[in-house]
């Protein structure tokens, strides 16, 4: 849930105005918001490379709460090698970790299995389950035993859509 209060004001007034509940509004709202691009100088020019853990630039133009949320999240699960400390429990927190894992992966690639859990593994042990969660998500597809990053922006049930950040789509359209 949005932790901004004056947001949540707004997205209540949108439901007030328009008949719509909660979810509905709060996507509506968030599809409005500006995503950066390349051209405006927006975009991380090496994703998942960042030496501190600082906020990427793609984030630059998300609210402050998501912002520092996102920051604190990183802080607390990535040691300065990358390594993952734990993988979250709670499914916002989760979700910080999976986008900053799956900035590890080149868009348009295919990969083995076998090469994702070399990835995934350097980040943790439990690389099956990282690997699970990205295609849970639809970050990732497979089939036949490869894994590629989606193409195509998922469609999300009403429930995932409250558990994902509105940063989740600023940094899929960062990696178009």
Same mark, same amino acid.
């Given at each position: 849930?949005?932790?901004?209060?004056?947001?949540?004001?707004?997205?209540?007034?949108?439901?007030?105005?328009?008949?719509?509940?909660?979810?509905?509004?709060?996507?509506?709202?968030?599809?409005?918001?500006?995503?950066?691009?390349?051209?405006?100088?927006?975009?991380?020019?090496?994703?998942?490379?960042?030496?501190?853990?600082?906020?990427?630039?793609?984030?630059?133009?998300?609210?402050?709460?998501?912002?520092?949320?996102?920051?604190?999240?990183?802080?607390? =699960?990535?040691?300065?090698?990358?390594?993952?400390?734990?993988?979250?429990?709670?499914?916002?927190?989760?979700?910080?970790?999976?986008?900053?894992?799956?900035?590890?992966?080149?868009?348009?690639?295919?990969?083995?299995?076998?090469?994702?859990?070399?990835?995934?593994?350097?980040?943790?042990?439990?690389?099956?389950?990282?690997?699970?969660?990205?295609?849970?998500?639809?970050?990732?597809?497979?089939?036949?035993?490869?894994?590629?990053?989606?193409?195509?922006?998922?469609?999300?049930?009403?429930?995932?859509?409250?558990?994902?950040?509105?940063?989740? =789509?600023?940094?899929?359209?960062?990696?178009?």
């Amino acid at each position: 849930m949005t932790s901004d209060a004056d947001f949540k004001k707004l997205v209540r007034t949108r439901m007030q105005r328009t008949g719509e509940s909660y979810t509905q509004a709060r996507a509506a709202m968030l599809a409005h918001s500006p995503v950066p691009t390349a051209s405006s100088g927006g975009v991380d020019p090496s994703p998942g490379t960042r030496q501190n853990n600082d906020v990427p630039s793609w984030m630059a133009g998300a609210d402050r709460a998501s912002r520092d949320f996102y920051a604190r999240t990183v802080r607390a =699960s990535f040691d300065r090698d990358g390594r993952l400390h734990r993988i979250p429990g709670k499914r916002r927190a989760k979700v910080v970790v999976l986008l900053e894992l799956l900035q590890r992966f080149e868009r348009g690639r295919a990969y083995a299995e076998r090469e994702v859990n070399q990835i995934l593994g350097a980040a943790h042990p439990d690389f099956a389950t990282l690997r699970r969660e990205l295609v849970d998500y639809r970050w990732m597809q497979r089939h036949d035993g490869q894994y590629w990053v989606s193409e195509e922006w998922p469609v999300w049930s009403e429930t995932i859509a409250q558990e994902v950040e509105p940063f989740e =789509s600023r940094w899929f359209m960062h990696l178009r």
